[in-house]
């Protein structure tokens, strides 16, 4: 058995061998002039923390521990795992069969020979077993194109973190930003009332018109609609960082620590490497990656189907019957037959279905080909979109912050010439409405400067370190797996973990021909 895996591993395997398709990547980021953008390169493993926010820290923690989509990934890690194993089992004696046969039979009396009994009981033990030859390396590019595809389920759920990670980080901010929102309204709401009860004041007081109260009014209703819209938008986001955090809606509010609009405060400069670390970093770039070489092997599988099948079989067994020695003779050596040798199968008509069979793979390779390439440049968009909003958002909070300054102070203003009479309500209400203006897109500014930075380093693929030295499946869902079906060793860490330290990459592949895994 060992020579023959040794001579397995040493045969031809026909088909392509997987390259790495080259890929359009930038030398640098378009915003590397920035001075808020620094060219340094990072892992990224704890990037949320830049933030300094304890409360979100804590939130990524809790998603990572209970959310049911990271769950759900590491359960096909598993299963891919397994699938690894069935390719592997094809590599030794595919089909053996222990049977054992009680039958009496019944032979015509017309036969032209003369028989002793025509009716008598038999019974019969036979082991048979047929093993394919990998000469031409189908079965080992199996077991290839099973590695990878392993592989690129860890590359999925690290992906499926990254995303989540980046989600949760969102959601927060998004949360934290509409609670600034609504107490910006609220604010104004008290300011607006007050101009309300002035413009009342005057009218009842014959110097004024119902015109003045009713533009206050109108105003006031304005901006009090503002904050059930803000509210409503504010519960969304809640419940759907309840979901990611594997909680029903409507269960967070004490996980938030009753903060209130404290937006998380993004540092002032963002570090990034060089485009071309996404290749090694991104997850989903490597699961792209990785899908395109298992996809590769399978053209030599099916390549294979062209060539004659070698095999070996063999049938041994004992037959007794109660005509010669009675039954129990099955158990005499004497009663023993057997039978082994080579074979050979090859379909030389197969009108053209296995030509064609290998067209379907290449053509689906040459898919998995462009669309590594086209995630490559996705992934990069996405980089270049994060840093535009962090770099634009942050000059857009310098100006706003001119903006707010200036429209308090129109305001102050406006209230001091309409009292004197130097000024008509109308201004006023312009200078609240500019006011409530200003402040308000203050606050979606000091939100889209975090949220440029979250979707900068979600982009770069930073964040799915978190789960090195932990196990895909946490241990309730192993326990449960494992009450169900005899797991084996499949649920260890050690037999989910890429074999390589670090990135997985296709050079974590083990031995083509390997032990079965039983």
């Not at 004992?318 to 003779?329: E, P």
């Amino acid at each position: 058995m060992v020579a023959a895996a040794a001579l397995l591993a040493a045969g031809c395997m026909v088909g392509p061998d997987f390259r790495v398709p080259a890929a359009p990547v930038a030398p640098k980021w378009a915003e590397s002039g920035d001075p808020a953008v620094i060219v340094k390169r990072q892992e990224y493993r704890d990037w949320w923390q830049v933030f300094n926010d304890p409360v979100l820290t804590r939130l990524v923690q809790l998603a990572y521990r209970q959310n049911l989509s990271l769950r759900t990934a590491g359960v096909r890690v598993v299963e891919s795992r397994a699938q690894l194993g069935v390719a592997i089992g094809e590599l030794f004696p595919q089909q053996q069969a222990v049977s054992a046969q009680l039958s009496y039979n019944g032979l015509p009396i017309s036969l032209p020979y003369n028989l002793s009994a025509n009716r008598y009981w038999s019974d019969i033990f036979t082991a048979q077993a047929a093993w394919e030859l990998d000469m031409w390396g189908k079965l080992r590019r199996a077991v290839e194109s099973a590695d990878d595809a392993f592989l690129a389920s860890v590359a999925d759920y690290d992906d499926v973190l990254v995303s989540l990670i980046g989600d949760v980080a969102a959601n927060y901010v998004r949360i934290r930003t509409a609670q600034k929102q609504i107490a910006i309204a609220q604010d104004n709401v008290v300011r607006q009332r007050k101009a309300l009860q002035i413009a009342q004041a005057k009218f009842e007081g014959g110097t004024a018109t119902k015109r003045d109260v009713y533009q206050a009014q109108n105003v006031l209703g304005a901006t009090e609609a503002a904050v059930p819209q803000l509210t409503s938008q504010m519960e969304q986001s809640k419940n759907t960082l309840s979901v990611l955090l594997g909680l029903p809606p409507g269960h967070i509010d004490q996980l938030l620590d009753g903060r209130q609009g404290d937006i998380p405060t993004a540092p002032q400069t963002a570090a990034v490497g060089v485009p071309a670390d996404l290749l090694r970093r991104r997850p989903d770039v490597r699961r792209a990656e990785l899908n395109a070489a298992a996809q590769c092997a399978q053209i030599g599988f099916a390549k294979a189907d062209l060539l004659p099948v070698f095999s070996l079989t063999g049938t041994v067994g004992t037959l007794g019957s109660n005509v010669t020695h009675g039954l129990d003779s099955v158990f005499n050596g004497r009663s023993l037959f057997y039978s082994v040798g080579p074979a050979m199968q090859w379909n030389i008509l197969n009108y053209g279905q296995i030509t064609n069979n290998v067209r379907v793979q290449d053509a689906k390779f040459q898919e998995l080909l462009i669309g590594y390439q086209n995630t490559v440049l996705k992934a990069q968009q996405e980089v270049e979109d994060g840093l535009a909003v962090f770099v634009n958002s942050r000059k857009a909070v310098v100006y706003l912050q001119d903006s707010v300054k200036a429209a308090s102070g129109a305001l102050r203003i406006a209230f001091i010439q309409y009292r004197e009479g130097t000024a008509d309500f109308t201004t006023v209400l312009t200078a609240e409405q500019n006011l409530y203006q200003a402040q308000n897109n203050l606050a979606i500014a000091e939100g889209s400067v975090p949220l440029g930075l979250i979707e900068a380093y979600r982009a770069l693929g930073g964040g799915w370190q978190l789960r090195e030295g932990q196990d895909f499946v946490p241990a309730q869902t192993r326990d449960e797996m494992e009450e169900r079906t005899d797991w084996g060793r499949l649920l260890t860490p050690q037999l989910l973990q890429p074999k390589a330290p670090g990135l997985p990459s296709p050079k974590d592949q083990g031995p083509l021909v390997r032990p079965p895994e039983w």
